[in-house]
């Protein structure tokens, strides 16, 4: 189907209401995204969507809910919601319920966020009364169920935003877990970035009969990007970001940057060394407690600091106006991570860029993302620090270059999870909280690797042989960060004894 953007809002079927709230954001016409969904939802019809982040999703799904909510007039009971959406982060969930705050402003709804890593009181205390909208991340939710804190009787609603993203993060067991509390008699929305096979089966139980939006499907990256890559010695990355940075912050002192990097440590390293040549800079990765997190990101939004360094844990939670510029200053591991890093620039339309700096040792990633996104990235122009020797490396040959160039059959559009080139896309290991790699453990058993790793990690991302071991032992994957010792300490316990039998 065609992506025609109409011009305005009018047309859409939203009441006075909205329209006036979605003026009122400054949205002057609706992405592809929202034209397409918002009509089939006020009919009543479910939702299955694969779009590009950064597309408008949470407006597409958020206004006709509330539209829906506010015409029906009824009140939640105690301790339910009437409305339920699905987040994989926490910074996620805050968004979209600041977004929600913002187009409810003309309407009563109440509305909440319910996630992992602060006090469960005060969102006890909120529930307590009934919310029409909730949004929440999977585990905290479950943690509330599990103390009858809250009831699942009440939704009318359910989105669940970044499906892929749920799954990579280990979530699946508590999406099926609380899409059995669900009443059966409910409109559901599922959006999703890619259409793995992992998704579309999941999706198969969660949605009925739903209306297939897909915006650009083929293209996994945002066209406005311009991508760039960096050729440089794993030396001089440094000095080539402090190069890039001065001169951008020179042109314009209100330039924000966000800088990917692999782990926590390197992303405190660099922040501290940006701040010691006189650049404000702030770390955001899972070490940090989620007021730091929360914190760094309002400095950053105020410009007082101009540059986030993040671990992927901000990949698809951050949403900041005009940030034009994301680095990855280490490349991911898992090409798709790279979408939905350079995603956070060039939001709702802008103009945004996105250097990857890649030096001998990268080479391998660089050319997985190249094959994933099916293009080949120019190299950085104004480059002082240039590295001959990663670019040979990082090169593809030209044939290669070539039939990436060339468009995916029409007969295949969506591959169902399958790598362009015909292989299975290798799945990241991630960390179950974060988002973060896990450091590969070649050569050692499955046990050790648990021992190493300790009890944050997923029994998902774990060999068969100890998931049935596990299973055998009545453990239940943890699906956000053990809260307590004797939670973490019992459930260790368990598997250890389970594997002593
Ligand atoms: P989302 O994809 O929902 O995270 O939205 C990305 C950004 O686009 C957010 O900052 C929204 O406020 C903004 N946005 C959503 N819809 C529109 C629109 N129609 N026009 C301009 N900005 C929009």
Redesign the pocket.
Known sequence: MENKTPQNFDGLGLSEKLLLAVKN???????PI?VRAIPPILAGRDIFGCAQ???????AFALPIMQMLDGRGHYPAPKRFRALILTPTRELAE?IDA?IAMYGKNLSLSHCKVYGGVSQNPQIKLLAHGVDILTATPGRLLDLFSQNKLDFGGVEFLVLDEADRMLDMGFINDIRKICRELPKKRQSMLFSATLSAEVQSLAKNIVDNPEKISVSPDKPTVDKIAQKVAFVEYGNKFDLLEKMMKERLEKSADSLALIFCRTKHGANKLAKRLCRIGIEADAIHGNKSQSARKNALERFRRRESHILVATDIAARGI?V?DMSLVVNYDLPEDPETYVHRIGRTA???ADGEAVSFCSADDAPLLKAIEKFIRKQIDPLADNPFHSEAAQKAGTLKTSLAEKLAQPLPKSKPQNGGKHPQGKRRQKPQQNQYYGESLPRKKGKSAQAVVEKIGGKKSAQKIGGMLKRKMKAAGFKPQTEKPRGKPAKSSFWQKLRESLRK
Do not use: L
């Open positions: 954001a400054g949205y002057e016409k609706p992405s929202q982040t950064g597309t408008g999703k949470t407006a968004q977004n949403d106006k939001r709702a339309e």
